[in-house]
């Protein structure tokens, strides 16, 4: 393990301040200077950038993240055993770290940017998939980040960036796909982590990417959660659940409905998502 600053290695800041992981709070720690350094540099040159993270613990990410040359960062811990910790970093880099002591699910993210503003965190595995989906449905669009780069059970990176056809592909790859362009930088294995999980890891980077502005975000979601509630059926079936005329959905779509949810290309739900309403109107009124 490389020595990026003067501060104590994180095993005996780990030991100094009891910081056993807690399973209820899905904490694995990442011991490895060299790999929090990795993932802070996925997204290129921190220079002059605000980050958030989400979940330090004793700060392996947090310290790289300012050894790498952030501008500052905003950490938030909903563990008080770590603040102790994230004091003695914030007193090593004097005026560039802030730890908020919260509950990650809770905080209005937007009002933490200042500038260029990136999202890096070794997200905790219980709360990783709803925090992701709560920064891709956010509105205006594009939102207040440059850009996400997170760690997050393999399985749940897979169908994050999976495509038509893919075996993981479905409503979280379609929401991804459709706000931004997302990678699989590269995988961490469980031995990294203390305690090891029973998962290899996979850090994602996501770059937000332009929308068509008359698409509402939940009528994507009503499509897909439909389309996907029987994803091994044929869509015709499977869209009866969005309450709509079928055929209109079908036609809007320029499909025939034999498809399944998992072949169909993106374009193809947002095409349903836009009728959607219009669908709804006609069908009140007749």
């Not at 937000?208 to 009528?219: I, Y």
Request: aromatic share 6%.
């Amino acid at each position: 393990m490389s020595q990026i600053d003067n501060l104590p290695p994180l095993r005996d800041v780990i030991a100094e301040h009891g910081l056993r992981a807690k399973k209820e709070l899905g904490q694995n720690f990442l011991l490895d200077l060299n790999l929090t350094a990795r993932i802070a540099r996925v997204g290129g040159s921190l220079e002059g950038v605000r980050v958030i993270e989400v979940g330090p613990g004793p700060g392996g990410l947090t310290r790289a993240l300012l050894a790498e040359g952030a501008r500052e960062v905003i950490a938030i811990e909903r563990d008080a055993r770590a603040l102790p910790a994230l004091q003695q970093i914030s007193d090593a880099y004097p005026g560039r770290l802030t730890v908020i002591s919260g509950d990650a699910m809770e905080i209005d993210y937007s009002s933490l940017a200042d500038g260029p503003t990136r999202i890096i965190a070794n997200l905790p595995y219980n709360i990783a998939t709803p925090l992701l989906t709560g920064w891709l449905t956010l509105n205006p669009w594009p939102s207040f980040f440059d850009s996400l780069t997170l760690m997050f059970q393999r399985e749940v990176a897979q169908r994050i960036c999976a495509q038509p056809s893919d075996d993981a592909y479905g409503r979280l790859g379609v929401l991804a796909g459709w706000r931004s362009e997302a990678r699989m930088a590269f995988n961490v294995s469980r031995e990294a982590f203390v305690p090891a999980p029973k998962v290899t890891s996979t850090v994602v980077h996501l770059v937000p990417k332009p929308v068509e502005q008359d698409l509402v975000v939940k009528h994507v979601e009503q499509i897909t959660k439909a389309a996907f509630g029987q994803r091994r059926k044929m869509v015709r079936q499977s869209l009866k659940a969005t309450g709509v005329p079928v055929d209109g959905l079908l036609a809007a779509a320029g499909i025939n409905g034999n498809e399944r949810a998992e072949d169909l290309p993106i374009s193809v739900f947002l095409a349903m998502a836009r009728a959607l309403p219009e669908l709804r109107k006609a069908q009140s009124e007749s």
